[in-house]
């Protein structure tokens, strides 16, 4: 069976501390990887996709970053956080395109930054 | 601009009731449509998806319907559970190009009464 596994649960970050997410998936090769987020009363937003290793496009610009070290892994970081990077951050992963297949989800991380 | 909408923020029903979620996208170029349902710190998790090739798609107490010319559909619950409450996010995506983004709307809280 599939595993996806986020961490940390939760953080709370300093306005223009460095911030790294992380994401693993376990048993299934070679999936599609996303990063969503969601402010707080917001709307779940795509912000990165990685359909290989090395490989991530980035879908909106909330000045972070994202990078697929291996297969199954998927990070998410900034160097500086700002206070509208506040919200829920969730991992996901698909078999084929998010656009046309099944979403699985973690169980997310949320991040206050003060 | 929003491109997937869910007009009610929230819904409330009595147990064994119908109900009916809606959904208003703008992209032309969608054509998979989805239902989630989000738990209280849980993460959202598919529920029922319909492709544009069809207007109806039906499973158990749950169908979808697509209004692809109204650019519309809509989730019908039948013999409403007090499990049934939850978060309902509506989604879409397009097949065209290189598309792996699945665009969320913000949600119907739905709330179950027994």
């Known amino acids: 069976a599939q595993t996806i596994h986020q961490w940390p649960v939760a953080e709370i970050k300093a306005v223009g501390s460095p911030l790294s997410l992380g994401c693993t998936i376990k048993?299934?090769?070679?999936?599609?990887l996303y990063w969503y987020w969601q402010a707080t009363g917001g709307t779940l937003q795509q912000l990165f996709y990685?359909?290989?290793?090395?490989?991530v496009e980035s879908v909106v610009q909330l000045n972070l970053s994202a990078s697929r070290p291996k297969d199954d892994q998927f990070i998410l970081s900034t160097e500086k956080l700002l206070l509208s990077h506040s919200g829920f951050y969730l991992c996901?992963?698909?078999?084929?395109?998010?656009?046309?297949?099944?979403?699985?989800f973690g169980a997310g991380t949320r991040l206050s930054v003060l | 601009g929003q491109q997937v909408k869910q007009s009610s923020p929230s819904l409330t029903v009595q147990e064994g009731g119908i109900l009916i979620l809606n959904c208003d996208y703008e992209?032309?170029?969608?054509?998979?449509f989805a239902w989630y349902k989000k738990y209280p710190d849980n993460s959202p998790t598919l529920l029922i998806s319909?492709?544009?090739?069809?207007d109806k798609r039906e499973d158990g107490r749950f169908t979808v319907f697509l209004n692809k010319s109204g650019k519309h559909f809509s989730l019908h619950i039948t013999a409403s559970q007090p499990e049934d409450t939850a978060v309902y996010l509506c989604?879409?995506?397009?097949?065209?190009?290189?598309?792996?983004?699945?665009?969320f709307g913000k949600g119907t809280l739905l709330t179950v009464t027994p």
């Open positions: 996901a992963w698909s078999l084929g395109r998010a656009s046309q297949n099944t979403l699985y």
């Open positions: 048993g299934k090769s070679s999936p599609n």
């Open positions: 990685s359909i290989t290793v090395g490989q």
């Open positions: 992209n032309d170029m969608f054509d998979y």
């Open positions: 319909v492709r544009s090739n069809v």
């Open positions: 989604a879409a995506g397009g097949s065209g190009g290189s598309n792996y983004k699945l665009t």
